[in-house]
């Protein structure tokens, strides 16, 4: 091997340090969002009023952020199209499902299922070839998919589960999976992820203020209380950053690295719940978060291994 194929491969390993800490922090980031969501509930801030305006507040912070990286959100009939279908499903459509599933599940049991989406994404990868069959990546997220459904499975038989609201959540990680295929495919050119972030979270504010206009769903903020202000401006803050390292995970790890964002935010947002909320351990968390954490860990490596055989093969 000559000196310059093996400075790439070095450089080409070293590449994987960043969509990896993507993972991670977006994981932790999102983890928190779903207990956020849930004390939300407790302080009578209505799920469709926390989302609007986090999701708002998100906007706002970053398109400042686009401004000062004089990297505007791109503005041309595809970007439209982009912003309004990415926003439907991987922002206003699932979290709105989330959010309000949140009260009758519980936070823990919606971060747990945030973890399914790698089966569909990695299928979905597949079959349109934007990813070519890596064994270890497929057992990784193999191992990912039975952990989050060792821990559905308890949940269902418990003997106050919510049927309804358990099928309801289970739809928010069918628009993730759809959002990290369509995000990757329609991605408009030479366009950068601080461009694009900004321009769906504006798109998911006005379709969740749309939503408000139908019966019974309000944006009304409880007033004489600073708590509600301030418990959505953690969340604005969380939700900027959630959805720049998505774009930033996205653009440099692919969609099915993308999907164990899930996955990482289980592992995050379970214990959260359990201790810092007071819900009741689910059923098999130890067994689901130990074959979820395996799971991150094999797609990651299988990445660093495909990376690896293309430059030798190179």
């Not at 070293?14 to 990896?20: G, L, M, R, V």
């Not at 919606?110 to 569909?120: M, S």
């Not at 601080?194 to 504006?202: D, E, N, Q, V």
């Not at 130990?290 to 030798?312: H, Y």
Request: proline share 6%.
């Amino acid at each position: 091997m000559s000196e310059f194929t093996e400075q790439e491969l070095s450089r080409r390993k070293n590449a994987w340090f960043i969509p990896f800490s993507c993972l991670l922090a977006g994981g932790l980031l999102l983890g928190i969002s779903t207990n956020l969501a849930k004390y939300a509930g407790v302080i009578d801030l209505t799920p469709l009023a926390f989302l609007f305006w986090s999701i708002t507040g998100a906007a706002i912070i970053l398109l400042i952020v686009a401004l000062l990286r004089h990297e505007l959100p791109p503005l041309s009939a595809r970007s439209f199209e982009y912003y309004l279908i990415a926003a439907l499903v991987s922002v206003a459509g699932s979290n709105l499902i989330f959010f309000s599933a949140i009260p009758h599940v519980g936070a823990g049991f919606v971060a747990l299922i945030i973890a399914l989406p790698p089966l569909l994404t990695y299928l979905g990868a597949l079959a349109l070839r934007i990813e070519r069959f890596n064994g270890l990546r497929a057992f990784g997220v193999a191992a990912a998919l039975a952990g989050a459904g060792v821990l559905a499975a308890h949940k269902f038989s418990a003997a106050d589960a919510s049927v309804f609201w358990i099928l309801i959540a289970l739809c928010g990680p069918v628009l993730l999976a759809i959002g990290n295929i369509y995000r990757t495919l329609r991605w408009p050119d030479n366009a950068s992820p601080s461009a694009l972030a900004p321009g769906m979270l504006i798109a998911a504010a006005i379709l969740l203020g749309m939503v408000s206009i139908l019966p019974d769903f309000s944006l009304a903020v409880p007033l004489g209380d600073f708590l509600p202000f301030g418990l959505i401006t953690v969340q604005a803050f969380i939700f900027a950053a959630q959805f720049l390292l998505l774009f930033l995970l996205q653009k440099t790890g692919g969609p099915v690295l993308l999907s164990l964002l899930g996955a990482v935010g289980a592992v995050v947002g379970v214990p959260v719940a359990v201790f810092l909320q007071g819900e009741n351990p689910p059923d098999g968390l130890i067994l689901g978060a130990s074959l979820i954490a395996l799971g991150v860990i094999f797609v990651t490596w299988g990445g660093m291994r495909m990376t690896t055989l293309q430059t030798e093969e190179s």
